[in-house]
Nanobody, 123 residues
Framework: QVQLVESGGGTVQAGGSLRLSCAVYGYTFSSYCMGWFRQAPGKEHEGIAY???????RYANFAKGRFTISQDASKVTLYLQMASLRPEDSAMYYCAKRGGNCNSDSWITFPYRGQGTQVTVSS
């Protein structure tokens, strides 16, 4: 059974940084796309960044230059380094994984999802 577990959320002041981690258990497919999403209260899930098995990455416009997605060498842990955080970045952050490539970035196409970690940015 595939399981994703996020950690690293918390409360930080505007302008600060956080690094989120996502540990993946039980995934045995040879190809994948992993992504970070977030959901603020009353809003839809929003894609932040994606990475595939080759290490190719893609970012939402709001994340470019501030957020960095990466994975460890064993490819069982996913990271999201966030800098210059703003109050509007406050949300529940999720990691997600699916087979195949990262051509589609919709939340609904990722069947494997973590429970989320809360990020709150105070002004």
């Amino acid at each position: 059974q595939v399981q994703l577990v996020e950690s690293g959320g918390g409360t930080v002041q505007a302008g600060g940084s956080l690094r989120l981690s996502c540990a993946v258990y039980g995934y045995t497919f040879s190809s994948y796309c992993m992504g970070w999403f977030r959901q603020a209260p009353g809003k839809e899930h929003e894609g932040i960044a994606y990475i595939d098995i080759s290490g190719s990455t893609r970012y939402a416009n709001f994340a470019k230059g501030r957020f960095t997605i990466s994975q460890d060498a064993s490819k069982v842990t996913l990271y999201l380094q966030m800098a210059s955080l703003r109050p509007e970045d406050s949300a529940m952050y999720y990691c997600a994984k699916r087979g195949g490539n990262c051509n589609s970035d919709s939340w609904i196409t990722f069947p494997y999802r973590g429970q989320g970690t809360q990020v709150t940015v105070s002004s």
